[in-house]
């Protein structure tokens, strides 16, 4: 998961950011707002896309980490690469530089491309908060949040993975504490799924208006 650094500029269009950690409903309630009428840029779609087969990022990871860091298929290979800025602070500086621009370009791009036809815009940041940046250029702030215990629940039955990883990565987010901190609103996704239906449907009311008088 990449850490995003701000658009160069504030969006011209009502810009909601929606953030939650892993497992806690963040798709689930972006495709509720999409269903809605709300344009969704998946920040984490289009960082992984960059380092995809032909992806704009591979030519400079080539030019800069060599030919080994790129798999037959043309992606970039993730566990090399994550082996490698996992060791070195400087490597993973470099990753950086080259992936950065380019995801705000990117960006940019999928915001306009989707400007005219949405009245708001949400952009799905996991790590909105670790990045610490991306709150400047966003109007609003929401967290869809639940239990731990939910989460780890939730990501097992839906990836296979042991509880124990499950709780791995939830350790490495931020605490739920601090994301509920930078929070407008807040979607419980404890709660059963007609319910959080009904809370999209409200704060969709609310961005509406929101955008109106931007
Ligand atoms: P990730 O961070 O891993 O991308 P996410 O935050 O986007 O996850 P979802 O994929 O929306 O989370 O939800 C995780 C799982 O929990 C999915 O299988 C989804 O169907 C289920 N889920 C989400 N919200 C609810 C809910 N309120 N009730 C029951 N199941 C839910």
């Known amino acids: 998961m990449e850490v995003i650094e701000p658009l160069t500029k504030p969006m011209t269009q009502f810009s909601l950011g929606l953030t939650g950690g892993i497992g806690s409903g963040k798709t689930t309630v972006a495709n509720y707002f999409a269903q809605l009428g709300a344009g969704i840029i998946d920040t984490d779609a289009i960082a992984h896309a960059l380092t995809a087969p032909n992806g704009l990022a591979i030519t400079a990871i080539r030019a800069s980490f060599g030919n080994d860091f790129i798999s037959e298929s043309g992606a970039m290979d993730r566990q090399k690469m994550r082996d490698q800025v996992f060791s070195s602070a400087s490597q993973k500086q470099l990753l950086e530089s080259i992936l ?7 960006c940019e791009a999928a915001a306009s491309a989707l400007r005219e036809h949405h ?96």
Not at 100 to 106: A, D
Not at 153 to 158: G, K, L, T, Y
Request: some cysteine; overall charge negative; glycine content about 2%.
């Open 100 to 106: 950065h621009p380019l995801i705000r370009q990117e």
């Open 119 to 214: 009245p708001y815009l949400i952009f799905v940041i996991p790590l909105l908060v670790e990045s610490g940046f991306w709150v400047e250029s966003l109007d609003q702030i929401l967290v869809v949040d639940c239990e731990q215990a939910t989460q780890i629940q939730r990501v097992m039955a839906r990836n296979g993975l042991p509880q124990e990883q499950v709780s791995r990565i939830i350790a490495s987010q931020v605490p739920r504490s601090e994301r509920l901190a930078v929070a407008d609103d807040v979607i419980n996704s404890d709660r059963d799924l007609s319910q959080v239906r009904l809370e999209v449907e409200k704060l969709h009311e609310k961005y509406i208006n929101l955008a109106l008088f931007r």
